[in-house]
């Protein structure tokens, strides 16, 4: 379950105002995987990444049960000096998994073949997120937070990323960032708008999707 409590957050760039939370009180309940919607420049990924606690709110609390994941597929904590599998031993040591599980698992799933040895600063794009994105989903959490992560690879790879998602999520619940209604549609079962700092939770998929695009066809804030 992730609750927040009169959650606000502000950034100030370049002279500009940003408000990304304003007084949002809400509760995602357990186990359920939450679409998180909204314009772009809204806040969607800095939310994320209050809720997994990279970033503190300016006033306000966000309280979670159970084990939450970093972003899955964010490649900002590898070290670009050591190799893949160096990585992965790391983060089975920080996490307390079994590391040759959590090695093999990653070794098949990102398919990077003799690259895994190699240091991570030699990776394409492409590696360091199929590595980031087989990381994430090598560990079990309650909540994943996912931001646009299956759209990684080719065909092949998203169908496989995709089939991995839906696999973690009989068990566990989440909360998604992604352009894709057909994927939001595949593998959340509930939603929440984010619109101009203010959050609604829609316990119907469609609910929240249905209200997204409302905001979508209205007058954009900077139109005002």
Request: aromatic share 8%; glycine share 10%.
């Amino acid at each position: 379950m992730i609750e927040f409590h009169g959650v606000c957050k502000t950034f100030h760039l370049s002279g500009s105002r940003k408000v990304i939370a304003d007084n949002i009180s809400a509760v995602f309940p357990p186990r359920r995987s939450v679409a998180l919607l909204g314009r772009n420049g809204a806040g969607k990924s800095s939310l994320l990444r209050m809720i997994s606690g990279a970033i503190r709110p300016d006033q306000g609390t966000i309280r979670t049960t159970g084990s939450v994941s970093w972003t899955v597929g964010f490649q900002g904590s590898f070290h670009p000096d050591m190799s893949g599998a160096q990585n992965v031993r790391f983060v089975a040591r920080v996490y307390g998994v079994d590391t040759d599980e959590l090695l093999d698992f990653v070794a098949d799933f990102a398919e990077l073949g003799g690259h895994f040895d190699q240091p991570v600063r030699t990776y394409s794009s492409g590696m360091r997120s199929r590595l980031a994105f087989a990381v994430s989903m090598g560990i079990h959490f309650d909540t994943y937070l996912v931001d646009e992560v299956t759209s990684v690879g080719d065909a092949a790879f998203k169908v496989k990323s995709e089939a991995v998602m839906n696999d973690r999520l009989r068990r566990s619940g989440a909360v998604v960032v992604s352009h894709s209604m057909g994927l939001i549609r595949r593998i959340c079962n509930a939603a929440a708008v984010l619109e101009r700092g203010h959050m609604t939770y829609y316990d119907s998929i469609d609910e929240g999707i249905a209200a997204h695009e409302r905001n979508m066809n209205a007058v954009a804030p900077d139109d005002d």
